[in-house]
């Protein structure tokens, strides 16, 4: 198809691949970031079955695949403008932060209480709390890296961990995960597959948030799931935690 050389020199910064394969599917051109795929009608005849097309469109929903759909004879006739309308599908739209709820407050103060576990623990004072939209508890988490020997026990990544075993299933949908500092691109990647409704963070992280600081994954998402997100609830009790721990640390050395 003419539409291999267009993609190139209209999108270089992205990595197509032709007539590639997905799971149990195949696809006129794919690309894994950010994650789409482009068919082409008349590429694969064989798959004209309605229901056959609908278990295929969820499948690759479910894998965070963004999908397009273009005629053959489009592509031939007016390749520029496939590319065009691929582009403007790829200007994900902003995600702007949500207002604070009134029990906010409230449960940012236990994250607060439990990032003292951490700091307890020698770790930096991280602490986060998954609250279900009944208004439930349901995991807590802090910092452990160094006591459990693990680069990504964050206060977040503990707390969706036992949320996900509490409920039998990675996905927390209907949640609220409060949590002292803005995630780091992990912890915020694991939010989104996660299917956590919605992100409080307290303390900004200049140097590594991937929330809309350093990172805007969850600012400006480029995967189907988003976010509800607000920043800033009791953000200097947060920080001043944060910098007593580490003035802490350097008057001990």
């Known amino acids: 198809m003419r ?5 190139r020199r209209r999108l270089p910064s992205l990595r197509f691949r032709r007539d590639d394969v997905l799971g149990p599917y195949r696809a006129s051109y794919v690309c894994h970031a950010p994650p789409l795929v482009i068919d082409i009608e008349g590429d694969r005849p064989g798959d004209v079955d309605a229901d056959a097309r609908a278990a295929r469109s969820e499948w ?3 894998q965070g695949y963004l999908q397009l759909c273009f005629d053959g004879a489009q592509v031939l006739d007016d390749p ?3 590319v065009d309308a691929i582009a403007a599908e790829l200007a994900w739209p902003d995600n702007p932060p949500c207002a604070p709820q009134p029990d906010d407050e409230r ?4 994250a607060l209480a439990v990032a003292e576990r951490a700091a307890q623990a020698g770790e930096v004072p991280v602490g986060a709390v998954l609250v279900t939209a009944d208004g439930e508890v349901l995991a807590e988490g802090w910092n452990l890296p160094i006591s459990l020997h693990d680069a990504s026990a964050h206060a977040e990544m503990l707390a969706l961990r036992r949320g996900g075993e509490r409920l039998a299933n990675y996905r927390l949908a209907g949640t609220t995960l409060y949590v002292t500092l803005e995630p780091c691109l992990m912890c915020a990647g694991a939010i989104i597959h996660a299917r956590v409704s ?3 963070y307290a303390a900004r992280d200049d140097k590594a948030g991937a929330v809309d600081s350093v990172y805007d994954v969850i600012a400006r998402p480029r995967l189907n799931h988003r976010v509800q997100w607000c920043g800033g609830v009791l953000e200097a009790e947060a920080a001043a935690m944060l910098r007593a721990f580490f003035q ?3 008057d001990s050395r």
């Open 198 to 200: 919605r992100l409080v």
């Open 3 to 7: 539409l291999w050389p267009w993609l």
């Open 107 to 110: 449960w940012m103060r236990q």
């Open 80 to 82: 520029e403008a496939v």
């Open 60 to 62: 690759l929903a479910g």
């Open 248 to 250: 802490q640390r350097r």
